[in-house]
């Protein structure tokens, strides 16, 4: 029996029933529409905006950092490295989140997060918890507690609190942070650069910045091979400020810098340290000078000064390496230069006689006076460098000539630095003007030149090398983190005088020593040959000599028939019991024989390690 139709009583009694369905169902769609639109604003619209204020509240890219490469000696000694260390950082966004913040204080004040809001408004919560850290902060770090709740409250992203913080220490601070509650201070990993060398070639090894990149001396100059490559990872932390480990992004491991090794082995320059050291004080000098090369390769083999840079001693401290950034005029020992010249252009012979005279000479014509500490008469030229005559070096100078004086300066490295490549080198100079009277008889004799102490030793290289000016080379070769080595050639600049003159030159300097003013650098055992330096020290202030005092120096080479290493000594204005005690001979010349015997018994014990040197240009 099929259902009966509702009349229209009925239909008119259930009409405002369907109306308020009707009304409830528009209100339900419009309601859903509001939030299917609000949703659609959140996800789309509002996505990207909302997606970066989220990372930048929770989300970090950690910079995993790189170790700069070692800097080592020959042999593999560390002068210079970087440690894994942390470093102790602010993070404002989480310093700043009342919710966690008002949690962490409730559990430091033993009360309910309810009833610290109900208590405190929001801002006096951050302060109070700020506060907190702070006085945690003040009992681990060197800051007052002002400071530190200054730093933590700035507007600033982040601020490191402490540096070079050891693993050791760092797990301690992380232990404390946990029962104090304290969070938004993080500890992340970095490097710091240590120097086990401490003192020792300290002016040559240099130092970093804050941003690990070298500012000086090997550091800076070698900063693009050392330099690695710092690797990222991309963290996420929860509202606490706790890292979640299965939100980590993906690595980019760090890559480290190369190692480098320089030429000098710390074993000899140790030992010449000392040496310059007993010179220093024993002399009582300004400053004392020792470098010593080789001279087919132009290998540093040590080099040493005296001040130098001691942290222990800041009073009698420099920052000046004095072996490259401090010339002096040279004296006696710049005369193989005048005798280059004129050897090479034929302007004079080994056995012919010079007139030196009976110990004072006044030209004739340009009226310059010259003197020599005896009178040495009818003298060879060999006896003119023996002997050291001023006179008669200037005699040989007048036929040389102003041109080629100049030329000779030039090819035996001077008035231009050497390219060692440690910042702060100086170039030296000499007059490449007009000359006058004083220039034409004070260059050849080694004044109105100014030369620094490894520019002279690399000159005396090129006479022990066959005339051959070698570039110095102060690093042996790198050293990649994947074993990939890299070595640094020797490296010739040009010829600087024949191979015939620079033999000649040679016997000269041997002469020095075994009938000449240096006879104190004599040594039994094996053959050396050299030149003495005595010069008046000229004050730039006064602009005038200083009566009295002076500077003495010895530079030669050892054995002279195979010269294996050349070795330069200068002290400035050492004291002695009268100023003719003064003189390079009696005191540079046993100073450098002491060098000599220690570099050569070093060589001779030192495992020559091979190496295939490829020479691009220069001399034949």
């Given at each position: 029996?099929?259902?009966?139709?509702?009349?229209?009583?009925?239909?008119?009694?259930d009409?405002?029933?369907?109306?308020?369905?009707?009304?409830?169902?528009?209100?339900?769609?419009?309601?859903?529409?509001v939030?299917?639109?609000?949703?659609?604003?959140?996800?789309?619209?509002?996505?990207?905006?909302?997606?970066?204020?989220?990372?930048?509240?929770?989300?970090r890219?950690?910079?995993?950092?790189?170790?700069?490469?070692?800097?080592?000696?020959?042999?593999g000694?560390y002068?210079?490295?970087?440690?894994?260390?942390?470093?102790?950082?602010?993070?404002?966004?989480?310093?700043?989140e009342?919710?966690?913040?008002?949690?962490?204080?409730?559990?430091v004040?033993?009360?309910?997060?309810?009833?610290?809001?109900e208590?405190?408004g929001?801002?006096?919560?951050?302060?109070?918890?700020?506060e907190?850290?702070?006085?945690?902060?003040?009992?681990?770090l060197?800051?007052?507690e002002?400071?530190i709740?200054?730093q933590?409250?700035?507007?600033?992203?982040?601020?490191?609190?402490?540096?070079k913080?050891?693993?050791?220490?760092a797990?301690?601070?992380?232990?404390?942070?946990?029962?104090?509650?304290?969070?938004?201070?993080?500890?992340?990993?970095?490097?710091?650069?240590?120097?086990?060398?401490k003192?020792?070639?300290?002016?040559?090894?240099?130092?970093?910045?804050t941003?690990?990149?070298?500012?000086?001396?090997?550091?800076?100059?070698?900063?693009?091979?050392l330099?690695?490559?710092?690797?990222?990872?991309?963290?996420?932390?929860?509202?606490?400020?706790?890292?979640?480990p299965?939100y980590?992004?993906?690595?980019?491991?760090?890559q480290?810098?190369?190692?480098?090794?320089?030429?000098?082995?710390?074993?000899?320059?140790d030992?010449?340290?000392?040496i310059c050291e007993?010179?220093?004080k024993?002399?009582?000098?300004?400053?004392?000078?020792?470098?010593?090369?080789?001279?087919t390769?132009?290998?540093?083999?040590?080099?040493?000064?005296?001040?130098h840079?001691?942290?222990?001693?800041?009073?009698?401290?420099t920052?000046?390496n004095h072996?490259?950034?401090?010339?002096?005029e040279?004296?006696s020992?710049?005369?193989?230069?005048?005798?280059?010249?004129?050897?090479?252009?034929?302007k004079?012979?080994?056995?012919?006689?010079?007139?030196?005279?009976?110990m004072y000479?006044?030209?004739?014509?340009?009226?310059?006076?010259?003197?020599d500490?005896?009178?040495?008469?009818?003298?060879?030229?060999?006896?003119?460098?023996?002997?050291?005559?001023?006179?008669?070096?200037?005699?040989?100078s007048?036929?040389?000539?102003?041109?080629?004086?100049m030329?000779?300066?030039?090819?035996?490295?001077?008035?231009?630095?050497?390219?060692i490549?440690?910042?702060?080198e100086k170039?030296g100079?000499?007059?490449?003007?007009?000359w006058?009277?004083?220039?034409?008889?004070?260059m050849?004799?080694?004044?109105?030149?100014s030369?620094?102490?490894?520019?002279m030793?690399?000159?005396y290289?090129?006479?022990?090398?066959?005339?051959?000016?070698?570039?110095?080379?102060?690093?042996?070769?790198?050293?990649?983190?994947?074993?990939?080595?890299?070595?640094?050639?020797?490296?010739?600049?040009?010829?600087?005088?024949?191979?015939?003159?620079?033999?000649?030159?040679?016997?000269?300097?041997e002469?020095?020593?075994?009938?000449?003013?240096?006879?104190?650098?004599a040594?039994?055992?094996?053959?050396v040959?050299?030149?003495?330096g005595?010069?008046?020290?000229y004050?730039?202030?006064?602009?005038r000599?200083?009566?009295?005092?002076?500077?003495?120096?010895?530079?030669?080479?050892?054995?002279?028939?195979?010269?294996?290493?050349?070795?330069?000594?200068?002290l400035?204005?050492?004291?002695?019991?009268?100023?003719?005690?003064?003189?390079?001979?009696?005191?540079?010349?046993?100073?450098?024989?002491?060098?000599v015997?220690?570099?050569?018994?070093h060589l001779?014990i030192?495992?020559?390690?091979?190496m295939?040197?490829?020479v691009?240009?220069g001399?034949q």
């Amino acid at each position: 029996m099929s259902q009966p139709l509702p009349n229209q009583i009925q239909l008119r009694r259930d009409r405002p029933v369907c109306r308020r369905m009707l009304l409830l169902l528009f209100v339900l769609l419009a309601g859903f529409s509001v939030v299917t639109w609000r949703l659609a604003v959140i996800q789309i619209k509002e996505s990207p905006r909302l997606a970066t204020l989220a990372a930048k509240k929770y989300q970090r890219h950690i910079v995993l950092p790189a170790h700069r490469g070692a800097i080592k000696d020959l042999s593999g000694e560390y002068l210079a490295h970087d440690e894994d260390v942390r470093e102790l950082y602010t993070d404002r966004t989480h310093l700043r989140e009342v919710i966690t913040v008002r949690h962490h204080l409730a559990a430091v004040r033993g009360v309910k997060a309810l009833e610290l809001r109900e208590k405190m408004g929001e801002a006096e919560t951050i302060a109070a918890y700020h506060e907190h850290v702070a006085k945690v902060l003040a009992g681990i770090l060197p800051m007052p507690e002002r400071e530190i709740r200054e730093q933590i409250s700035s507007d600033k992203p982040e601020i490191v609190l402490a540096k070079k913080v050891d693993e050791e220490t760092a797990k301690k601070w992380e232990i404390l942070f946990k029962a104090e509650h304290i969070f938004g201070i993080h500890m992340r990993p970095t490097v710091a650069r240590c120097f086990p060398a401490k003192d020792r070639l300290s002016l040559v090894l240099g130092v970093t910045d804050t941003s690990n990149k070298g500012r000086w001396g090997v550091e800076r100059m070698m900063d693009a091979k050392l330099t690695g490559v710092a690797g990222e990872q991309l963290i996420e932390r929860d509202k606490s400020g706790h890292e979640l480990p299965s939100y980590r992004g993906q690595v980019t491991e760090p890559q480290n810098g190369s190692d480098v090794y320089l030429t000098i082995d710390m074993q000899l320059q140790d030992n010449v340290e000392a040496i310059c050291e007993r010179a220093w004080k024993a002399n009582k000098a300004r400053r004392v000078v020792i470098v010593v090369t080789e001279p087919t390769t132009g290998t540093v083999l040590a080099m040493a000064a005296r001040p130098h840079l001691d942290a222990s001693n800041p009073d009698e401290s420099t920052w000046t390496n004095h072996v490259i950034a401090d010339p002096y005029e040279p004296g006696s020992i710049f005369k193989v230069v005048t005798l280059a010249a004129g050897l090479d252009n034929r302007k004079i012979s080994p056995g012919e006689m010079i007139d030196c005279g009976n110990m004072y000479y006044e030209d004739p014509v340009r009226k310059i006076k010259l003197s020599d500490d005896e009178p040495l008469g009818m003298q060879t030229v060999k006896g003119v460098l023996v002997h050291s005559s001023n006179i008669g070096m200037y005699k040989i100078s007048k036929r040389v000539g102003q041109d080629m004086m100049m030329d000779y300066a030039t090819r035996f490295g001077f008035g231009a630095p050497t390219g060692i490549g440690l910042v702060g080198e100086k170039a030296g100079r000499f007059n490449t003007g007009k000359w006058s009277n004083t220039t034409y008889s004070r260059m050849p004799i080694g004044y109105e030149v100014s030369v620094t102490p490894l520019q002279m030793c690399m000159a005396y290289g090129a006479i022990a090398n066959g005339g051959v000016l070698m570039k110095p080379r102060l690093i042996d070769r790198t050293v990649k983190p994947n074993g990939e080595t890299d070595v640094v050639p020797p490296q010739p600049v040009w010829q600087a005088c024949t191979a015939k003159t620079a033999a000649t030159l040679r016997d000269f300097l041997e002469g020095v020593v075994v009938e000449g003013t240096g006879k104190r650098a004599a040594m039994a055992e094996v053959r050396v040959g050299g030149k003495t330096g005595t010069t008046r020290r000229y004050d730039p202030e006064k602009k005038r000599y200083i009566d009295g005092s002076y500077l003495t120096s010895f530079v030669g080479m050892a054995p002279i028939d195979n010269p294996r290493l050349v070795c330069l000594v200068m002290l400035d204005d050492p004291k002695a019991e009268s100023s003719a005690m003064v003189r390079g001979g009696r005191i540079a010349a046993p100073i450098f024989a002491e060098v000599v015997r220690e570099t050569l018994d070093h060589l001779a014990i030192r495992n020559e390690r091979p190496m295939k040197v490829a020479v691009k240009g220069g001399a034949q």
